[in-house]
Structure formats: C-alpha cells, structure tokens
C-alpha cells in the first residue's frame, strides 16, 4: 500500500507564504503525475496545480504567479510553495498522486492540510 502524509498548513496573514508538502510512502514503483487540490467549504474539489513527468506544470489563474508546484523524485515528494497569500485561499488543501506501485496503478489522495489566512 501506498501512504501520503501531507504537512505544512497553518495560519498566516494576508501576503505571506506557506509550503505544503506532501510525502508518498510504501510501495511506489514510479510516480508521473502530481496534483494539488482543494475545496472550499460549500464548494466541489479544484485543481490548483499539477506538474507531470517531472515537468509539465499547469496552474489554475487563481493561484498563477503566486504558487509553485515542485517534486523531489528521490524523496517521491511534491510540495506548493504559496507565496503573497489571500484570504480567499484559505480552504483545505490536498495532494493527488498518480503512478504505480506495487500491485499496480496508483492513484490516492492525501488526508488534506487546513490553510487559513486572515486579512
């Protein structure tokens, strides 16, 4: 089986920065695509950021120019560097991975990190 652990949610102010990780472990065989999700309250999911293969980036136009999606591929790790915060960011947050491991496809979803920013 295949774990994600997410970290790196908290409370900051309008205009600062937070860098959510997310940490892939178990049986992962290979990763190709990582996403970050999030959903606010009353709201469905939406993608925020993916990166594919290590290096197909793709941003939603919220959060374009102020977040940055990066992996590690030796620590099967990705992570969001949000930086100049909004208050409307604030939601719960969540890492996707797809790939493969040992008893085949993966595809699993992290437990969410809480980001709350205040004006």
């Known amino acids: 089986q295949v774990q994600l652990e997410e970290s790196g949610g908290g409370l900051v102010q309008a205009g600062e920065s937070l860098r959510l990780s997310c940490v892939a472990s178990?049986?992962?065989?290979?990763?190709?695509?990582w996403a970050w999700w999030r959903q606010a309250p009353g709201k469905e999911r939406d993608v925020i950021a993916s990166?594919?293969?290590?290096?197909?980036?793709n941003y939603a136009d919220s959060v374009n120019d102020r977040f940055t999606i990066s992996t590690d591929n030796d620590k099967n790790a990705v992570y969001l560097q949000m930086n100049n915060l909004k208050p409307e960011d604030t939601t719960v947050y969540y890492c996707v991975t797809r790939g493969y491991c040992d008893s085949g496809n993966l595809a699993k979803w992290g437990q969410g990190t809480q980001v709350t920013v205040s004006a």
């Open positions: 990166i594919t293969n290590g290096a197909a980036k």
């Open positions: 178990g049986s992962v065989v290979s990763i190709n695509k």
